[in-house]
């Protein structure tokens, strides 16, 4: 067990890293979800209850100063210990979401001590000495990834026969209740994302997603190909030369000349 606490404390680790840098979205809970699946010898269940946490999630985000729930330790400790219980994805969703929030004020706390390498970075910034800049901003990445994962490895090395234990005497009707309300999570995440896509002109884009599943009959996949295809299609008209060309067009259009594509 010492050694699959490692291995996920590890999984910690390269999230953390990817949250706080090259954001290659191996921080999203469906990826570690599925790594923890994977070190736990289930990658089924890790895929399972990952995506339910990412549809849970969807729209958490960290605006501002603000510190969202730490959805990182939400989805490796619920995945764990929902594997380890044998519980699946009821036990996953009704242990990650409680622990993402209470992590969040170690999240806070951290990022607070963060502010004494801030301040060593900014003396060191004066002087021109950028090799103590760099230096205080890995150290400061170092004491988050640590705020993150001592709590980790300890859940996960102490908390899995506990978790089993609790589940057990838990009456099933309570386990229903759960499990029904792990299923409306979801739904919370998509109407955080849609408070978001419903502003400005963003409604189109909506608009154009309903349309093609109501009256497309189009999949998931397909509607992701289709959303592709209008991004596409924007960058393209936003190009220099391109809008250029659109603009010349419509003028000779007006003056009732032909044109050439």
Excluded: C
Excluded at 59 to 87: K, N, R, W
Excluded at 92 to 109: E, F, K, R
Excluded at 244 to 258: A, F, R, T, Y
Aim: net charge negative; proline share 4%; charged share 10%.
């Amino acid at each position: 067990m010492l050694t699959k606490a490692l291995l996920i404390t590890l999984v910690a680790i390269i999230a953390t890293v990817d949250y706080n840098g090259p954001l290659f979205m191996l921080h999203r809970p469906l990826v570690t979800g599925a790594m923890t699946g994977l070190v736990l010898g289930d990658v089924q269940q890790g895929l399972m209850i990952g995506a339910t946490l990412e549809l849970t999630w969807l729209g958490v985000t960290g605006i501002g100063g603000y510190t969202p729930p730490d959805t990182i330790s939400g989805a490796i400790v619920g995945t764990a210990l929902a594997i380890m219980s044998g519980q699946g994805v009821t036990a996953g969703v009704a242990i990650a979401v409680p622990v993402a929030i209470v992590t969040q004020q170690l999240d806070t706390l951290a990022k607070t001590a963060d502010i004494y390498f801030v301040k060593k970075a900014d003396t060191a910034a004066k002087t021109g000495d950028i090799d103590k800049v760099d230096r205080y901003h890995y150290l400061s990445l170092i004491l988050i990834t640590l705020f993150k994962i001592v709590p980790i490895f300890l859940a996960i090395v102490v908390g899995g026969e506990y978790v089993k234990q609790l589940f057990d005497t838990i009456p099933p009707i309570v386990m229903t209740g759960l499990s029904a309300g792990g299923a409306m999570l979801p739904a919370i995440g998509f109407g955080m994302l849609l408070t978001m896509l419903l502003k400005k002109n963003m409604w189109v884009f909506l608009l154009i997603g309903f349309i093609a599943s109501v009256y497309g009959g189009l999949s998931a996949i397909g509607m992701a190909l289709v959303a592709i295809a209008v991004v596409g299609l924007l960058q393209l008209i936003s190009l220099p030369g391109i809008s250029g060309k659109i603009q010349n067009s419509e003028v000779s259009d007006e003056n009732g000349e032909e044109y050439d594509l």
